[in-house]
């Protein structure tokens, strides 16, 4: 199948978290698996031209886009992905993109990704490429398939071409006001009362492309049924309990020739499921580089993320006393919110012994910290699916999570699986969203932890689990053959 596949964010290009990641990787594994694949994503003057060496493309040349009445010039890109020959197309508009960063607050980010997204079609049709499927991720291309069947419908080229949106997450939505369709030249019916984009009084790019893609999906098999419940689904569950029969769940999957421990260049001692000595030799590595000291019985609990709520770090601060109250270090990396930030930052100037606080994006630490923490935490309120513990189980880091969405589909609680009378367990998890439930769960790891034979069983098991992209690849391609019939009746 031909594949467009849209995102704002493609690793190593430009991350601000899991997205960067799947975008960096899916379309890779869909190469391999025969797709003929190409990647979208819109040009910030974040990353280096050269180092990813890309060329400009005299072919297409300018492309004129018209948004709210301006004629806006889009230049394009390319480059070969890493270990691939899957092409990227850059979406180049330094007006909308030469910001210093990926997503902003600005009064024009709804143009942005109307841009991008306009921008997509036409280099499509100046390619005269007619994909089988445009796969789209998240708001930022949410409106994409109302344009392609509306506004470009007078291109036959398009007439085969089905769309997928895939939800990342829905607590991020893209609402706007309802101008936004007007600069988008989107009819006016579908931002008046009950128009497919119209919510609550704006427009909500998500929600339309819930409305209009041909598919619809989430990023794993928990999180989509959670979505459908009031709790989670952010306001969006009556118009996915209305695309019900075309809403599916796919477990992402994680590029383990970045993550894995035996060849990451990020780390300094590789290590194996046979011999993980290399493991300690990390943490002591790792702890010298923070200034913490360094003891073999003591361990070392990770905390990679975005500091924002959803990660669960208001339970977090509710229970940051007993935390700190146990017997253990902490190495913590992430940025987001200021209060959380705070949080972490104090808890680093208290305890300088016992916690080193990192504010900030640091991928090699990131990769440090994975090959040389004894436990992650990821406490999240929800998670769609959540790579870090994926990442963590294969560096035979043992997770401690709250049992919702990703985090119950990859993490079995030891004692709970013990129980069944099976040793198959791979962390530690909770579920109640307090930090009551949590601090029992990380004291409860701590006891197995003193048990070295217990530990590396627990290591182990996690270490054993293979959640690369082959298998949910598979489950895309599958997802496309649907996207198709819908469209096409065949
Ligand atoms: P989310 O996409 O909700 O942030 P995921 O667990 O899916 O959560 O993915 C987060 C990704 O971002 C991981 O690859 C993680 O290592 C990375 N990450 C998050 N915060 C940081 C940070 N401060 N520095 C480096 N990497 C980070
Ligand atoms: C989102 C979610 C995260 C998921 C990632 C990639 O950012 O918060 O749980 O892993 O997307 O799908």
Same mark, same amino acid.
């Given at each position: 199948?031909?594949?467009?596949?849209?995102?704002?964010?493609?690793?190593?290009?430009?991350?601000?978290?899991?997205?960067?990641?799947?975008?960096?990787?899916?379309?890779?594994?869909?190469?391999?698996?025969?797709?003929?694949?190409?990647?979208?994503?819109?040009?910030?003057?974040?990353?280096?031209?050269?180092?990813?060496?890309?060329?400009?493309?005299?072919?297409?040349?300018?492309?004129?886009?018209?948004?709210?009445?301006?004629?806006?010039?889009?230049?394009?890109?390319?480059?070969?992905?890493?270990?691939?020959?899957?092409?990227?197309?850059?979406?180049?508009?330094?007006?909308?993109?030469?910001?210093?960063?990926?997503?902003?607050?600005?009064?024009?980010?709804?143009?942005?990704?109307?841009?991008?997204?306009?921008?997509?079609?036409?280099?499509?049709?100046?390619?005269?490429?007619?994909?089988?499927?445009?796969?789209?991720?998240?708001?930022?291309?949410?409106?994409?398939?109302?344009?392609?069947?509306?506004?470009?419908?007078?291109?036959?080229?398009?007439?085969?071409?089905?769309?997928?949106?895939?939800?990342?997450?829905?607590?991020?939505?893209?609402?706007?006001?309802?101008?936004?369709?007007?600069?988008?030249?989107?009819?006016?019916?579908?931002?008046?009362?009950?128009?497919?984009?119209?919510?609550?009084?704006?427009?909500?790019?998500?929600?339309?492309? /819930? +409305?209009? !893609?041909?598919?619809?999906?989430?990023? @794993?098999?928990? *999180? #989509?049924?959670?979505?459908?419940?009031? %709790?989670?689904?952010?306001?969006?569950?009556?118009?996915?309990?209305?695309?019900?029969?075309?809403?599916?769940?796919?477990?992402?999957?994680?590029?383990?020739?970045?993550?894995?421990?035996?060849?990451?260049?990020?780390?300094?001692?590789?290590?194996?499921?046979?011999?993980?000595?290399?493991?300690?030799?990390?943490?002591?590595?790792?702890?010298?580089?923070?200034?913490?000291?360094?003891?073999?019985?003591?361990?070392?609990?990770?905390?990679?993320?975005?500091?924002?709520?959803?990660?669960?770090?208001?339970?977090?601060?509710?229970?940051?006393?007993?935390?700190?109250?146990?017997?253990?270090?902490?190495? /913590? +990396?992430? !940025?987001?919110?200021?209060?959380?930030? @705070?949080?972490? *930052? #104090?808890?680093?100037?208290?305890?300088? %012994?016992?916690?080193?606080?990192?504010?900030?994006?640091?991928?090699?630490?990131?990769?440090?910290?994975?090959?040389?923490?004894?436990?992650?935490?990821?406490?999240?309120?929800?998670?769609?699916?959540?790579?870090?513990?994926?990442?963590?189980?294969?560096?035979?880091?043992?997770?401690?999570?709250?049992?919702?969405?990703?985090?119950?589909?990859?993490?079995?609680?030891?004692?709970?699986?013990?129980?069944?009378?099976?040793?198959?367990?791979?962390?530690?998890?909770?579920?109640?969203?307090?930090?009551?439930?949590?601090?029992?769960?990380?004291?409860?790891?701590?006891?197995?932890?003193?048990?070295?034979?217990?530990?590396?069983?627990?290591?182990?098991?996690?270490?054993?689990?293979? *959640?690369?992209?082959?298998?949910?690849?598979?489950?895309?391609?599958?997802?496309?053959?649907?996207?198709?019939?819908?469209?096409?009746?065949?």
């Amino acid at each position: 199948m031909k594949i467009a596949f849209a995102s704002s964010e493609v690793f190593p290009y430009a991350k601000t978290g899991g997205l960067g990641d799947v975008a960096g990787s899916l379309p890779i594994e869909l190469s391999r698996l025969g797709h003929d694949v190409k990647v979208f994503m819109p040009k910030y003057n974040t990353f280096g031209e050269a180092e990813f060496g890309l060329h400009y493309n005299w072919d297409i040349g300018e492309i004129p886009v018209r948004i709210d009445g301006q004629v806006r010039m889009v230049h394009v890109h390319t480059a070969t992905m890493p270990d691939s020959n899957v092409q990227i197309y850059f979406v180049d508009c330094p007006h909308y993109f030469h910001r210093f960063r990926v997503y902003t607050n600005d009064h024009d980010e709804d143009e942005r990704f109307i841009l991008f997204s306009k921008g997509i079609i036409e280099i499509l049709q100046r390619l005269q490429w007619a994909p089988d499927i445009i796969h789209c991720n998240d708001w930022q291309t949410g409106l994409l398939p109302i344009l392609l069947k509306e506004n470009y419908s007078w291109d036959r080229m398009f007439d085969k071409t089905s769309t997928v949106l895939t939800m990342h997450n829905i607590a991020y939505q893209g609402r706007f006001a309802k101008s936004a369709f007007h600069k988008a030249e989107i009819k006016e019916e579908h931002s008046g009362a009950n128009g497919i984009g119209e919510y609550e009084g704006d427009v909500n790019f998500l929600k339309t492309g /819930i +409305l209009t !893609s041909d598919v619809i999906n989430t990023v @794993s098999e928990t *999180y #989509e049924k959670e979505l459908m419940t009031a %709790e989670y689904g952010n306001g969006m569950e009556p118009f996915l309990a209305a695309r019900f029969n075309d809403f599916y769940g796919i477990l992402n999957g994680v590029d383990y020739s970045v993550w894995n421990p035996e060849t990451d260049k990020l780390i300094p001692y590789n290590y194996s499921i046979s011999d993980l000595s290399g493991k300690e030799k990390n943490k002591k590595f790792l702890l010298e580089r923070l200034e913490l000291p360094y003891n073999e019985n003591l361990p070392l609990i990770g905390i990679i993320s975005r500091l924002v709520d959803q990660k669960g770090f208001d339970i977090v601060a509710y229970g940051i006393n007993q935390l700190l109250d146990i017997e253990a270090q902490w190495v /913590i +990396l992430g !940025s987001g919110e200021e209060k959380y930030e @705070s949080l972490f *930052y #104090e808890a680093g100037k208290r305890f300088p %012994e016992k916690v080193s606080t990192y504010l900030g994006y640091n991928n090699e630490l990131s990769h440090l910290i994975e090959a040389g923490a004894d436990i992650f935490l990821m406490p999240s309120k929800f998670e769609p699916c959540g790579l870090n513990q994926i990442y963590s189980l294969k560096y035979g880091t043992v997770p401690v999570v709250r049992k919702t969405g990703g985090l119950a589909d990859t993490v079995q609680d030891w004692n709970e699986y013990l129980a069944r009378g099976s040793e198959t367990g791979n962390g530690f998890s909770f579920n109640d969203h307090s930090a009551f439930a949590m601090v029992h769960s990380v004291k409860r790891s701590l006891i197995d932890f003193h048990n070295k034979p217990t530990w590396l069983k627990i290591q182990r098991n996690g270490m054993n689990k293979d *959640y690369s992209w082959r298998k949910s690849a598979e489950k895309y391609t599958a997802l496309y053959e649907k996207a198709v019939v819908k469209r096409t009746g065949r």
